[in-house]
């Protein structure tokens, strides 16, 4: 016996539904991570109104999101900076100065709090290669 239109249909749909769902979510989190982190590196380009025609630089030629080509380049400039700070860590100077921020960032009330547990998450994944090694019991 043959199905009823909507039955086939409705499989149907559910089918490409199952085929396009993970390519479509993973657009749109790499959309919005892109978004995201061009919102925030956006904010390095900060020279680029003084420097070129604001008609090169926004999408509506006054002040408006930047154009795309501009997020990329922002993005790029993070990466780079990033890089160099990772290049300072691992000489002396850098790490003075990364103990001297850690000190600082310490010593700042409530921020301390913040700072202090995602270094220790950070350093409990990253930094000691015997974390999570030994069982201990924990009173509830």
Known sequence: MRKPLFARWRASFFAGLAVTLPALLTLAVVKWLFGTIASFTDTLLFFLKYLLDPKEVYEN????????????????????????????????????????????????????????????????????????????????
């Open 61 to 140: 030629g006054q002040s408006a999101p930047l154009f795309w080509y501009w997020s990329v380049l922002a993005l790029l400039l993070a990466v780079l900076l990033i890089t160099g700070v990772g290049l300072l860590a691992r000489y002396y100077i850098g790490k003075r100065m990364i103990e001297w921020i850690d000190t600082v960032m310490m010593n700042v009330p409530f921020v301390n709090k913040f700072y202090g547990a995602i270094k220790q998450v950070n350093e409990a994944f990253a930094g000691n290669k015997n974390s999570f090694k030994t069982v201990v019991m924990v009173e509830f």
